[in-house]
């Protein structure tokens, strides 16, 4: 363990040098060693085999609450005259813990299993293919906002109910939002976000309140029932699973099919590859999920005194699980810095793991297999308009803003 506080790692995390390729800084954070001290009594954790087993021990929680300090934040949240969202840093599936996180995983989780996505893969199919036949006739297409973005907003729409006319909007207040997931030791920087999950909660606060009296077959229509039946949902319940639905239903996807596509077109010999065998879909998807991860690290906290890397970790020490770096373990992944779509043993860590393991797995592969296997096989000749890509502003949430192609 390196046991000097690594302010580093930090400035390191939020340098726009780093946006275009942070896998360098990674590299050396897994040289630097497996457990590395950060400011405030944080600590990075960053080889495979630690990250596996802490994003799956219960000893370790993604709450809040259990953070050293949590009070003071808490008190600094009200202060700041965000009340109304102190709940959501323990409330919200994301960040619960069992038995509530047990009860609001179950309520949604029907609809995302993989038996159930696999038969919604024609339409996926269906929204992929208009949407290539409109940009083929312009000879271009925005990555990003033609495909990327359009493609899983529309299916996430689709099972919660949430109307077409109203993507933009909730867009532009998810882009705000995500920012509340970058770690920062400035909590002010965070009050844009803030201010961002306020509209999505007030937006969500109305559409529940416009379809109560029309209900459907769809996801919204589910959980409203639930929550009439008092004891299975409550109505901050409700709200916030429809904001992290909508939220985590399309913001990672935009950036995996996107960065997906932009590591394809990094690496000529893998693209060919895959327009020469269309049945890599499967593995190819799986590693541009290693190589280039849409969510780049996720925290802990331990709520006991836990041993780890042969520290003692005293109970509400956050930790910072590095994904990324992770996903570039050399003990654990051949030749990691090589993107290679055949890799059959790819023990990623993308989607996290344990009870907060990714609901929307099944959906994020079946819809990046569908935009990019359709992609490249309608445009075999695709390319960079320009080589100088811009980086979206956030740390934790990476992904390209604009991904210009032609053919």
Same mark, same amino acid.
């Given at each position: 363990?390196?046991?000097? /506080?690594?302010?580093?790692?930090?400035?390191?995390?939020?340098?726009?040098?780093? $946006?275009?390729?942070?896998?360098?800084?990674?590299?050396?954070?897994?040289? $630097?060693?497996?457990?590395? =001290?950060?400011?405030?009594?944080?600590?990075?954790?960053?080889?495979?085999?630690?990250?596996?087993?802490?994003?799956?021990?219960? %000893?370790?929680?993604?709450?809040?609450?259990? $953070?050293?300090?949590?009070?003071? #934040?808490?008190?600094?949240?009200?202060?700041?005259?965000?009340?109304?969202?102190?709940?959501?840093?323990?409330?919200?599936?994301?960040?619960?813990?069992?038995?509530?996180?047990? %009860?609001?995983?179950?309520?949604?989780?029907?609809?995302?299993?993989?038996?159930? #996505?696999?038969?919604?893969?024609?339409?996926?199919?269906?929204?992929?293919?208009?949407?290539?036949?409109?940009?083929?006739?312009?000879?271009? #297409?925005?990555?990003?906002?033609?495909?990327?973005?359009?493609?899983?907003?529309?299916?996430?729409?689709?099972?919660?109910?949430?109307?077409?006319?109203?993507?933009?909007?909730? =867009?532009?207040?998810?882009?705000?939002?995500?920012?509340?997931?970058?770690?920062?030791?400035?909590?002010?920087?965070?009050?844009?976000?803030?201010?961002?999950?306020?509209?999505?909660?007030?937006?969500?606060?109305?559409?529940?309140?416009?379809?109560?009296?029309?209900?459907?077959?769809?996801?919204?229509?589910?959980?409203?029932?639930?929550?009439?039946?008092?004891?299975?949902?409550?109505?901050?319940?409700?709200?916030?699973?429809?904001?992290?639905?909508?939220?985590?239903?399309?913001?990672?996807?935009?950036?995996?099919?996107?960065?997906?596509?932009?590591?394809?077109?990094?690496?000529?010999?893998?693209?060919?590859?895959?327009?020469?065998?269309?049945?890599? #879909?499967?593995?190819?998807?799986?590693?541009?999920?290693?190589?280039?991860?849409?969510? /780049?690290?996720?925290?802990?906290?331990?709520?006991?005194?836990?041993?780890?890397?042969? /520290?003692?970790?005293?109970?509400?020490?956050?930790?910072?699980?590095?994904?990324?770096?992770?996903?570039?373990?050399?003990?654990?992944?051949?030749?990691?810095?090589?993107?290679?779509?055949?890799?059959?043993?790819?023990?990623?860590?993308?989607?996290?793991?344990?009870?907060?393991?990714?609901?929307?797995?099944?959906?994020? %592969?079946?819809?990046? /297999?569908?935009?990019?296997?359709?992609?490249?096989?309608?445009?075999?000749?695709?390319?960079?308009?320009?080589?100088?890509?811009?980086?979206?502003?956030?740390?934790?949430? =990476?992904?390209?803003?604009?991904?210009?192609?032609?053919?």
């Amino acid at each position: 363990m390196t046991d000097t /506080q690594d302010l580093s790692i930090l400035e390191a995390m939020r340098d726009p040098a780093n $946006k275009a390729d942070p896998y360098p800084f990674y590299k050396s954070l897994l040289e $630097k060693g497996a457990l590395l =001290r950060l400011p405030f009594g944080a600590y990075a954790l960053t080889r495979h085999a630690d990250c596996f087993n802490v994003l799956r021990d219960a %000893r370790f929680s993604s709450s809040d609450e259990h $953070k050293d300090g949590y009070e003071n #934040i808490g008190e600094m949240i009200k202060q700041l005259g965000y009340e109304d969202l102190l709940g959501l840093m323990t409330r919200i599936m994301l960040f619960a813990d069992p038995p509530d996180h047990t %009860r609001l995983r179950r309520l949604v989780s029907k609809a995302f299993t993989p038996k159930a #996505i696999e038969a919604m893969r024609p339409r996926i199919a269906s929204i992929v293919d208009d949407i290539l036949d409109d940009v083929d006739v312009r000879g271009e #297409i925005e990555v990003v906002d033609d495909l990327a973005f359009k493609l899983p907003v529309t299916v996430i729409s689709e099972m919660l109910g949430v109307p077409m006319d109203d993507h933009e909007h909730l =867009r532009s207040l998810t882009a705000v939002a995500v920012a509340a997931l970058d770690p920062s030791d400035n909590f002010e920087m965070l009050l844009p976000a803030a201010e961002g999950l306020r509209a999505m909660r007030t937006y969500f606060d109305e559409l529940v309140e416009k379809r109560r009296g029309d209900l459907g077959d769809d996801l919204l229509s589910a959980m409203i029932a639930a929550e009439d039946e008092g004891d299975r949902l409550s109505h901050d319940e409700l709200l916030d699973t429809m904001l992290l639905l909508f939220a985590a239903g399309h913001e990672t996807t935009v950036n995996l099919i996107s960065g997906g596509m932009l590591n394809l077109l990094t690496h000529p010999a893998e693209l060919e590859r895959l327009v020469a065998d269309p049945s890599l #879909i499967t593995t190819t998807v799986e590693e541009l999920l290693r190589f280039g991860p849409p969510v /780049q690290f996720t925290a802990r906290t331990t709520t006991t005194e836990v041993e780890l890397c042969g /520290q003692t970790m005293p109970k509400g020490t956050e930790l910072v699980v590095m994904l990324a770096a992770a996903n570039r373990d050399p003990s654990v992944f051949p030749d990691p810095d090589a993107l290679d779509i055949g890799r059959e043993d790819n023990r990623h860590l993308s989607f996290g793991g344990g009870i907060h393991l990714c609901l929307g797995a099944p959906l994020a %592969r079946v819809e990046a /297999q569908e935009a990019i296997g359709r992609l490249v096989r309608r445009f075999p000749g695709l390319r960079l308009v320009d080589s100088q890509v811009e980086w979206k502003p956030t740390t934790t949430i =990476r992904g390209p803003a604009r991904l210009p192609l032609t053919w």
